[in-house]
């Protein structure tokens, strides 16, 4: 019997560390069409896959943790730290589980954007990023 994969079983991971607390996250894998157009296509326009790419995003609630939780949890400063050494961060992506899929990849980030929102809630941040290497799904 199919199930429906909800967010709460959605786990991400950077540099194999969990991304808690994540408010939102996506992923886009796309190809680039190449025109391939002569005389022999008779004026249609004819098009094939070219380059392949991928970039998403991801977002938390901004959180300070125990020197203990540092081991196995992603921070907003590692995140941060990231984008301005411009280092390669391993992306994990675990949709529904065990016998769901996972999508793992490199990828750079683009930029870090923190939300600080009137009154009293919570502080959210943001990063983007920039595949690195293609993302690939396991079998």
């Known amino acids: 019997m199919a199930s429906e994969i909800l967010a709460t079983n959605v786990v991400i991971k950077i540099n194999n560390k969990v991304f808690g607390c994540a408010q939102s996250a996506s992923f886009s894998t796309k190809v680039e069409m190449t025109d391939v157009v002569c005389s022999a296509t008779g004026g249609f326009k004819k098009q094939v896959p070219g380059m392949e790419s991928w970039d998403g995003s991801i977002s938390a609630i901004a959180r300070t943790f125990t020197t203990g939780e540092l081991a196995t949890n992603v921070t907003l400063r590692e995140m ?60």
Do not use: H, M
């Open 80 to 139: 941060y730290t990231s984008l301005r050494e411009k280092t390669l961060v391993d992306v994990e992506y675990e949709l529904g589980g065990v016998d769901g899929y996972v999508f793992t990849s490199q990828a750079y980030l683009s930029n870090v954007d923190i939300s600080i929102p009137e009154g009293s809630g919570a502080v959210t941040w943001t990063a983007n990023l920039i595949g690195a290497e293609p993302l690939l799904l396991a079998i």
